[in-house]
């Protein structure tokens, strides 16, 4: 169990109708990884006030490692904003390791709001238990800040939130 004082503070098997992230370092990306080319750091902060990053290039997003459960869904969500427009979609991509049910966050990213924040998500379901680096970033080139990013079991999106690991470090549980 958890304290924080004297107070118990919420584990992963309470019940409490909030989602824990399953993603650690999602409000400052310190745990992210990068599979291709280099992203841009800003100063723009996302609408939970967490760092985010800017993509130019189609792919150019950051990851985060995750252990996903064989058999089990995912809903996997991120808040972006786009500064311009282009064609093609957002979407996941089904491999080895996931099956998409939702693959797409945009169908066409020419219909997107430009510079208004969204909060797009995506559903798959875990092929085999495995290590997967979880990021989604559009096939084309376009503008765009990212951060937020959040993987919660089952098909509902949920805000974002810390996850119950970086929640412990902010409250000094270790």
């Not at 996997?76 to 991509?93: E, V, W």
């Not at 169908?107 to 208004?116: A, F, I």
Request: aromatic residues 14%; neutral net charge; contains cysteine.
């Amino acid at each position: 169990m958890l304290y924080f004082g004297k107070e118990r503070i919420l584990t992963s098997s309470d019940g409490s109708g909030m989602k824990w992230n399953l993603l650690d370092g999602t409000a400052d990306f310190r745990d992210a990884i990068h599979p291709y080319d280099s992203p841009i750091e800003t100063n723009v902060k996302s609408p939970y006030g967490n760092r985010c990053f800017h993509g130019e290039k189609a792919w150019n997003y950051m990851a985060f490692p995750v252990k996903l459960i064989e058999g089990k869904t995912y809903c996997f969500s991120l808040s972006i904003r786009f500064a311009n427009t282009a064609h093609y979609d957002m979407r996941g991509y089904d491999g080895d390791e996931v099956q998409f049910i939702k693959p797409h966050l945009f169908t066409d990213l020419s219909k997107v709001p430009v510079n208004e924040w969204l909060r797009p998500y995506a559903i798959f379901k875990a092929k085999k238990t495995t290590t997967y680096n979880m990021a989604i970033s559009p096939a084309d080139s376009i503008k765009a800040d990212y951060g937020d990013y959040m993987l919660v079991e089952g098909d509902i999106p949920a805000e974002w939130n810390y996850s119950l690991k970086d929640f412990r470090k902010l409250v000094g549980g270790g």
